[in-house]
């Protein structure tokens, strides 16, 4: 069972370049999102999917695009990177709606931004 | 707006030791709430989610209850062992937002010692 599947695991960037982040799940949830995990503020949601073809903002949207064009695929961009976004970034997917189902969360993704 | 909090936010004990972990929540109209497990540089694990119709949930030596009305739920941890030094978060699902997404607290970082 693969689960949730994020990568890389590590990148250092440089500020002002892009890259993708990438998160697959294989347990066919509708509902897929990402969070990132700062020291004394916790995990915050960044964007989140219901479903292909749909994607909404979450709390910390501002430098971060999303897409979600299948159902297993939800990569997350950053398209001019900042010291501000150094941080640890997870993906999490839910069943159905997700109101009341379980998260099940990737093994994150280690950014670095100098 | 809902707020997770998890006290204490560090805890040491012998092997052996039977303890809990306390997570209040300031919004009762949850959907559900789910336990954590998060080890040092890795993912998230699920442990148990309770539903909000749900008084506690069981798994080997944890088990965890919701008190709604009250805004608490507790992680009880029997005879713990080295093997359960981690941090634990708590998050909820629900409140005023339907958005699937989850509010989580800081997190209490257990040390189990031989």
């Known amino acids: 069972n693969a689960g949730v599947t994020q990568t890389p695991k590590f990148q250092v960037l440089k500020t002002g370049q892009s890259m993708t982040l990438q998160c697959a799940q294989d347990?066919?949830?509708?509902?897929m999102s990402w969070y990132r995990q700062d020291p004394g503020m916790g995990l915050r949601l960044i964007h989140y999917?219901?479903?292909?073809?749909?994607?909404d903002q979450g709390e910390v949207p501002n430098g971060y695009n999303v897409s979600r064009s299948t159902t297993e695929d939800f990569p997350l961009r950053l398209l001019s990177a900042a010291p501000s976004q150094t941080s640890v970034y997870f993906c999490?997917?839910?069943?159905?709606?997700?109101?009341?189902?379980?998260?099940?969360f990737g093994q994150g993704t280690r950014l670095t931004v100098v | 707006k809902q707020e997770v909090t998890q006290i204490p936010a560090a805890l040491s004990v012998p092997e052996g030791e039977n303890l809990v972990l306390n997570c209040s929540f300031t919004?009762?109209?949850?959907?559900?709430l789910q336990w954590f497990r998060q080890d040092p540089g890795k993912g998230l694990t699920s442990l148990l989610l309770?539903?909000?119709?749900?008084r506690e949930q069981t798994s080997g030596r944890l088990n965890a209850s919701l008190d709604k009305s009250s805004g608490r739920s507790t992680l009880y941890i029997a005879a713990s062992q080295p093997g359960d030094s981690a941090t634990y978060l708590c998050?909820?699902?629900?409140?005023?937002?339907?958005?699937?997404?989850?509010?989580f607290g800081q997190g209490t970082t257990l040390q189990v010692k031989p």
């Open positions: 999490a997917s839910k069943r159905g709606k997700a109101l009341n189902t379980e998260a099940f």
């Open positions: 347990m066919n949830h509708e509902y």
């Open positions: 999917s219901v479903g292909a073809g749909i994607t």
């Open positions: 919004d009762s109209a949850i959907y559900n």
């Open positions: 309770i539903q909000s119709s749900q």
């Open positions: 998050a909820v699902s629900g409140g005023s937002s339907n958005t699937g997404k989850l509010i």
